[in-house]
């Protein structure tokens, strides 16, 4: 299902980095240096980069679209209830940001002036809620991947900006069946290769009429999982296809698959994508849509992925 | 596309696991920790004359507060990703599952956190332990 949206720009954006396991190789508007943030519990830690990132960003919105990967939305929750913005939650794991502003767009065209999108993950947080205790340092494979710690807001309106929203897919959940809780990357290459199948038949678009394909946090093994099960299922080869999570930390590929999290996917398209000379970007956001106790019933996970067409005016 | 078709491109995609490394490694450092403890069991064994199973139980006293003070210090988990299995397996692992739990849950209060939390990992082993242990006992008395 692809929608098009017509004069919608993203204005601004305002980037926090916290303490992460792995040197960042792009650089942010703001750092955080400790694990904790000068709080005593790491849900606290993960709200102080997301109220960074909203003070950063120091604009008046209509309404706030939040997103994190937390029980019931925590961190986003409790950070807006310290402002007097009108607040919708969000929760597509790591393609929050990508279904974020396609609900902004979408309220932008029905009549809002502007809407602020923000993310956050924090790398303490995530392993507790959904892996081990944090000083438990359990054996990682190396198919794993490894939650960047940030925060990230945007501003989307109508005012005219050098990021044009376009087409967006929203993505439906796939099943194949696959279990893996430790190899992301492989559950979420289906649904992405779905989501991009999808999104250029709705469009009547090659793959090639993108400069870049910028995928979530699939890590470098889930990518080249989807290329493998774009040419085999959907017969679409070529394309400039690039992860978010493999391009974000330096010095990895020993240790883990790359970097995870709502946040990889915004992060790399303003620090990246921006800075090169791509006009034509395909953002592919893509989430496990597991819970703690999904995983320990053994049930299969199911992922989605959404993907945003956008043109970057110089 | 089935599942096993899937697999198939998950496999030769994903990067193999060095299994023997890691097996070798555990089984080394496993020995080496226990050669160390045997030593030190034998060494406060002569010092303060005590009986075999004494020394023992305060081998493993010493253990477990080394491995809890050093979780509580953040360094256990760089110790466990270098030496694996090797030091998790043993009632060094067992503490240090405990403290990590404990530690993750402080906030939460006494109670509601540590307490219920402190054995979220390591329940498990002392339930079946005492169930197997039952079972064995069961065994050895009434039928053998």
């Given amino acids: 299902m692809s929608i098009l949206f017509k ?35 790491i849900e606290e830690a993960e709200e102080v980069l997301l109220v960074k990132a909203i003070d950063g960003i120091n604009k008046k919105v209509d309404v706030c679209i939040s997103s994190d990967l937390t029980d019931q939305l925590t961190a986003s929750s409790y950070s807006l209830s310290k402002y007097n913005y009108p607040y919708i939650g969000v929760y597509s794991a790591c393609s929050s940001f990508v279904s974020g502003l396609i609900v902004a767009s979408s309220l932008i065209n029905s009549g809002l002036r502007s809407a602020m999108v923000c993310v956050c993950s924090h790398t303490l947080s995530s392993e507790k809620q959904y892996r081990f205790p944090i000083e438990y340092g359990p054996y990682r494979r190396k198919v ?25 897919t929203i993505g439906t959940p796939v099943d194949i069946g696959y279990s893996d809780i430790n190899n992301f990357g492989a559950i979420m290459a289906m649904s992405c290769a779905k989501t991009i199948y999808e999104h250029l038949k709705d469009t009547k678009r090659s793959i090639n009429y993108y400069d870049i394909i910028l995928t979530g946090d699939l890590g470098i093994y889930g990518l080249s999982i989807l290329k493998g099960v774009l040419s085999k299922e959907y017969k679409i080869s070529g394309g400039n296809l690039v992860d978010a999570g493999s391009i974000i930390y330096e010095n990895f590929e020993s240790k883990t698959a790359g970097a995870s999290g709502p946040v990889c996917l915004p992060f790399a398209f303003f620090n990246y994508v921006l800075n090169s000379k791509y006009k034509r970007v395909l953002l592919v956001g893509s989430g496990s849509l597991h819970s703690k106790k999904s995983s320990l019933i053994k049930n299969s996970i199911p992922s989605i992925s959404h993907a945003l067409s956008v043109e970057v005016i110089k | 596309m089935k599942l096993e078709e899937y697999k198939e491109i998950v496999d030769k995609c994903s990067k193999k696991e060095n299994k023997i490394k890691n097996i070798l490694i555990s089984f080394l450092s496993g020995g080496l920790f226990g050669l160390l403890g045997e030593i030190f069991r034998k060494y406060i064994q002569r010092l303060f004359s005590i ?18 003070l050093l979780t509580g210090l953040g360094v256990f988990d760089n110790i466990a990703s270098f030496f694996k299995c090797g030091v998790i397996v043993p009632s060094s692992g067992f503490a240090h599952a405990m403290s990590a739990s404990g530690l993750d849950h402080k906030r939460e209060g006494l109670v509601n956190g540590i307490g219920s939390n402190i054995f979220k990992m390591t329940g498990s082993i002392i339930l079946f332990s005492i169930v197997s242990a039952f079972v064995f006992v069961f065994i050895k008395v009434v039928i053998l």
């Fill in chain 1, 7 to 41: 004069d919608i720009y993203i204005n601004d954006h305002y980037s926090v980095l916290g303490k992460n396991m792995f040197n960042v190789r792009f650089k942010a508007n703001e750092y955080t240096n400790s694990f904790y943030n000068g709080k005593k519990s």
């Fill in chain 1, 144 to 168: 794993s991947t490894t939650t960047l710690s940030g925060a990230l807001s945007s501003i989307v309106s109508k005012e005219k900006g050098n990021i044009r929203i376009e087409y967006a």
């Fill in chain 2, 51 to 68: 009986s075999n199973s004494e020394s023992y139980m305060y081998v493993f006293i010493v253990i477990v507060f080394i491995a809890s």
